[in-house]
C-alpha cells in the first residue's frame, strides 16, 4: 500500500513521465482500458459490505491522479479512518492541493508514525518551506533511511544547504535509487573534482562520466549536455551527437548550440543554423553569434548585423565584438571602434585587443597602449605581442622583451622568436635554442632557420669513410634548414641548396637555388648561375647573375664583368666591373678595380 502513497507523491511534484508520439497511442488506449476496468473493481469492492479498505485506498489514489479531488477524499478518508496509512498519505497530498497545508501536514505525521516514507518525505517538504530546518531535517531523515529516494535527496539538499559533509552521503543515496537530479549533481561535483586532462588519476571523471550517463538515461537534459560536452572533447563526436540532440530535443539551448557547432565542422552547415536559429529564438548568444558569422561567411552582412545584435540582447558581449569586426571589414573603421569600445567596457579581451590595434593604426599611441594593457593583462596573448612591438619601436628593450616573454610562455609562436633572438644577441646560446625550438615547432620559418644556424655552427667536422670519402647523415640542423626551407625562406633554401651540391647532388642543389632565386634571393641567383655555368649554361647563367647584381650582390656583378671581358664586350664588361667595384665586398672590390682598369687600358689602346 505505500506504494499508492509515493506515487502520489510523485504527482504532487509532476514526476509522472507522460508518454507522446503516435507509436504510444495504442499503448495509452490499453492502458486506459486496464485503469477503467481496475477503477470498477475497486469502485465494486469499495462499496461492497463494508467496504474493503485497501480498494477504498487504491481508489482514492486513481482519482487524485486523476485530478478528481472530490472524487477521491471520501474514499481517501474512508481508507484513512480505517487505519490505512498510504491512505493518510495521499490525503495529506490532496489537502496540501487544496491548500490546507496544516491539516495535510497532520495526516502525513499520522502516516509518517505508522512507517510510510513518502509522508516522512512529504512532511520534511512541509517544514523547510516553512522554515523550521530542524523538523525538516528529522522527517527527511526518516524517510531517506526506509530507502525513499525523494528522502534521500531532499535530505542531501537541505544539508549541502548548510555546508554538511554528510550531503554528499544522501546525495549518493539518492542517486543509487535512482533519482536522476541526484545522479545529475553528484556527476558535477565529482566533475569539478576530476583531475585536468594530462593527470593519471581519472577515477573521479570516469565516475561523473557514469553518473551523468545514468542521469541522461533518465531523461536529465543537462545531464545529457554535459555527456555529450565529455564525449565530444574525447573525439567520440558520433556519440555526443547523439546525446546533444536528445538534450536539445528536450529544450536544452546550450545542447542545440553544441549541435550546431558539431554539425558544422561535420560539414552540414544548413543543419547547423536549423540548431542555431532553435537556441537563438531561446536567448542562447553563443547561437546567435554562430548564425551572424554563418551569414557574415556567406556575404550577407545585414541578415549578420541582426544576429550579432540579437546576441547582444542575449547578454552575450561576443556580438558587439563580432559587429565590431564587421564594421572593420566594410570599412567603417568609426562604427567599428564604437562596438570595439562597448565589448571593451564589458571586459572583452580580444575587443580590447582590436581597438588598441585600431587607434594604432590611426595614428594614437596612447590611446592604444592602455588597451593593449587590459587586454594583455586579462590574458590575451596577442595583445602581449604588440605590447611588445610597441615598447621595441620606442627602444624599450626590457619592458618589450617582459611582454615577449609573456606571450611566448602562453605559447605565441613570433613572441618566441623576438625571446630567441634577444637571448642570441645577449649570448645566451642555451636559452636562445629553448624559445627558437618553440617557435620552430609553432610553424616559423624564421626560427626554424635561426635553429639550423645555431646547431650548424656547433656541428663537427664529418667524419672521414674508412675508403676516404666522406659519410653523410642527415644532421638535426640539416632537418630545420629543410623544414624552413619547405616554408619558403630564401636564406634556408641557398643552404639547403649548398648542403646539396656538398652531397653532390647538383640536381637537388639547383632546385633549392632556383625557388629562392626566382622568391627573390640574390643569393640564390648567383649560385644558380654557379651551376649553370659549370653545366655549360652560360647564357642562362648570365641572365640570373644580372638579376643578383640588379639586386645588389658584387660576386655576380664581378661574374658578369669576366663574361663579357671573355666575349670581348669590354665597355659591357667594364660597366659591370664598376658596378662590382660599388657593391663590394672588399676581396670582390679589389679583383673588381683591377679588371676594371684592365679593360680601361684596353679600350684606350
Not at 476 to 503: D, F, P, S, T
Request: charged share 30%; proline share 2%.
Amino acid at each position: 500500500m505505500d506504494v499508492m502513497g509515493d506515487m502520489a507523491t510523485l504527482f504532487e511534484t509532476g514526476r509522472f513521465v507522460q508518454p507522446s508520439g503516435p507509436e504510444r497511442a495504442g499503448d495509452e488506449a490499453g492502458e486506459a482500458a486496464d485503469e477503467a476496468a481496475e477503477e470498477v473493481r475497486r469502485r465494486f469492492a469499495a462499496g461492497a459490505g463494508a467496504g474493503d479498505v485497501e480498494a477504498m485506498s487504491v481508489l482514492g489514489s486513481m482519482l487524485l491522479r486523476r485530478g478528481d479531488l472530490d472524487g477521491a477524499e471520501p474514499h481517501l478518508r474512508a481508507a484513512t479512518a480505517a487505519g490505512d496509512r498510504a491512505a493518510a498519505n495521499n490525503l495529506g497530498v490532496l489537502l496540501h492541493q487544496r491548500g490546507y497545508a496544516d491539516e495535510a501536514a497532520g495526516w502525513w505525521r499520522i502516516a509518517a508514525v505508522a512507517g510510510s516514507a513518502a509522508a516522512a518525505h512529504a512532511l520534511g517538504r512541509h517544514f523547510r518551506e516553512r522554515g523550521d530546518e530542524p523538523a525538516a531535517e528529522y522527517w527527511l531523515r526518516q524517510a531517506a533511511e526506509q530507502g525513499h529516494a525523494l528522502g534521500a535527496y531532499a535530505l542531501a539538499d537541505l544539508l549541502e544547504h548548510r555546508g554538511d559533509a554528510a550531503a554528499g552521503r544522501w546525495m549518493r543515496a539518492a542517486a543509487e535509487r535512482g533519482h536522476r537530479e541526484a545522479a545529475y549533481r553528484l556527476a558535477r561535483a565529482l566533475d569539478r573534482r576530476a583531475p585536468r586532462p594530462g593527470d593519471d588519476d581519472r577515477s573521479a571523471a570516469d565516475e561523473a562520466e557514469q553518473w551523468y550517463r545514468q542521469a541522461a538515461a533518465r531523461g536529465h537534459r543537462r545531464a545529457a549536455l554535459h555527456l555529450g560536452t565529455i564525449l565530444e572533447r574525447r573525439g567520440e563526436l558520433k556519440e555526443a551527437g547523439r546525446w546533444y540532440l536528445t538534450s536539445a530535443k528536450d529544450g536544452e539551448t546550450r545542447a542545440a548550440c553544441a549541435l550546431g557547432f558539431l554539425l558544422r565542422d561535420a560539414g552540414d552547415s544548413e543543419s547547423a543554423a536549423v540548431w542555431w536559429l532553435r537556441a537563438a529564438q531561446q536567448g542562447d548568444g553563443n547561437a546567435a553569434n554562430a548564425l551572424g558569422a554563418l551569414h557574415a561567411e556567406r556575404g550577407e552582412p545585414q541578415t549578420a548585423e541582426r544576429w550579432y545584435r540579437a546576441a547582444m540582447d542575449a547578454g552575450d558581449e561576443n556580438g558587439a565584438y563580432n559587429l565590431g569586426l564587421l564594421c572593420a571589414e566594410q570599412g567603417r573603421t568609426a562604427r567599428a571602434e564604437q562596438w570595439y569600445r562597448r565589448a571593451a567596457y564589458a571586459g572583452h579581451r580580444e575587443a580590447s585587443n582590436a581597438l588598441a590595434i585600431l587607434l594604432l593604426q590611426n595614428g594614437d599611441r596612447s590611446g592604444a597602449e592602455p588597451w593593449f594593457s587590459k587586454a594583455a593583462e586579462a590574458g590575451s596573448v596577442d595583445a602581449a605581442f604588440n605590447l611588445g612591438i610597441l615598447h621595441a619601436g620606442r627602444g624599450e628593450e626590457e619592458p618589450a622583451l617582459r611582454w615577449y616573454e609573456m606571450a611566448a610562455a602562453a605559447g605565441h609562436t613570433e613572441a618566441a622568436l623576438q625571446v630567441g633572438m634577444a637571448r642570441l644577441r645577449d649570448g645566451d646560446e642555451r636559452d636562445a635554442e629553448r624559445y627558437l625550438r618553440c617557435a620552430a615547432g609553432g610553424g616559423s620559418a624564421e626560427a626554424a632557420y635561426r635553429l639550423a644556424t645555431l646547431l650548424d655552427a656547433r656541428r663537427p667536422p664529418e667524419p672521414a669513410h674508412e675508403l676516404g670519402e666522406t659519410a653523410h647523415e642527415k644532421t638535426e640542423c640539416e632537418e630545420w634548414y629543410e623544414r624552413a626551407a619547405g616554408q619558403g625562406h630564401r636564406r634556408a633554401q641557398v643552404r639547403v641548396g649548398m648542403l646539396a651540391a656538398a652531397r653532390g647532388d647538383m640536381a637537388e642543389a639547383a632546385r633549392w637555388y632556383r625557388a629562392a632565386a626566382e622568391a627573390g634571393s640574390r643569393n640564390g641567383a648567383f649560385n644558380l648561375g654557379l651551376l649553370l655555368a659549370r653545366e655549360g649554361s652560360e647564357p642562362e647563367a648570365a641572365a640570373w647573375w644580372t638579376r643578383a647584381a640588379d639586386a645588389g650582390h658584387g660576386r655576380a656583378a664581378l661574374r658578369l664583368a669576366l663574361v663579357y671581358a671573355r666575349r670581348g664586350e669590354l665597355a659591357e664588361g667594364k660597366r659591370w666591373a664598376d658596378r662590382a667595384v660599388t657593391l663590394g665586398p672588399p676581396e670582390v672590390a679589389k679583383r673588381a678595380a683591377r679588371l676594371r682598369d684592365a679593360l680601361r687600358e684596353e679600350l684606350s689602346a
